[in-house]
């Protein structure tokens, strides 16, 4: 999936769990926005390839 001009990889991303796919690519990817920017877009590229999180 290509998200901002990152392409990311579907099978590593939904090998992840939400917080450790945020926490390894955090400080990578759109250095010129903040670090909550980051963290929402990146919520967002896991929600796009895994779907919403669902609530226990």
Known sequence: ???EGVTFV???VKAMSK???IKHH???FWLDRDKET????LA???E???GK???A
């Open 1 to 3: 999936m290509k998200y």
């Open 10 to 12: 579907t099978e590593a």
């Open 19 to 21: 917080e450790v796919f």
């Open 26 to 28: 955090i400080d990578n």
């Open 38 to 41: 980051r963290k929402k877009m």
């Open 44 to 46: 967002d590229v896991y």
């Open 48 to 50: 796009r390839i895994n």
């Open 53 to 55: 999180e669902k609530k």
